[in-house]
């Protein structure tokens, strides 16, 4: 089984950035992506950005710009940058992961708010 344990949400006011992490572990049997997806209240889930552990990776229109992922293989951690943060981006974030046997794998999620 695989637990994804994230970290970094909270509340913060419009232009202020915020870092999410999320680390995996237990028996991955190898990760082919990481990502995000997020969901905003009253709205469906939508993904947020997702690498691979090459280092390629892929942003949401929405977000591009504004936000940043990036993966550490050795610790089997997810990093998301977001900046200049704005209402709209008020949502639970989700941690994502999908191993090598092509099973995918959810956080709990964290909330993050923009509000001032």
């Known amino acids: 089984q695989v637990q994804l344990q994230e970290s970094g949400g909270g509340l913060v006011q419009p232009g202020e950035s915020l870092r999410l992490s999320c680390a995996a572990s237990?028996?991955?049997?190898?990760?082919?992506?990481m990502g995000w997806h997020r969901q905003a209240p009253g709205k469906q889930r939508e993904l947020v950005a997702e690498?691979?552990?090459?280092?390629?990776?892929t942003i949401a229109d929405s977000v591009k710009g504004r936000v940043t992922i990036s993966m550490d293989n050795a610790k089997n951690t997810v990093y998301l940058q977001m900046n200049s943060l704005k209402g709209e981006d008020t949502a639970v974030y989700y941690c994502?992961?999908?191993?090598?046997?092509?099973?995918?794998?959810w956080g709990r999620g964290t909330q993050v708010t923009v509000s001032s």
């Open positions: 994502t992961l999908k191993n090598d046997l092509r099973r995918s794998f």
């Open positions: 237990g028996t991955i049997f190898g990760i082919a992506t």
């Open positions: 690498i691979v552990p090459t280092g390629s990776f």
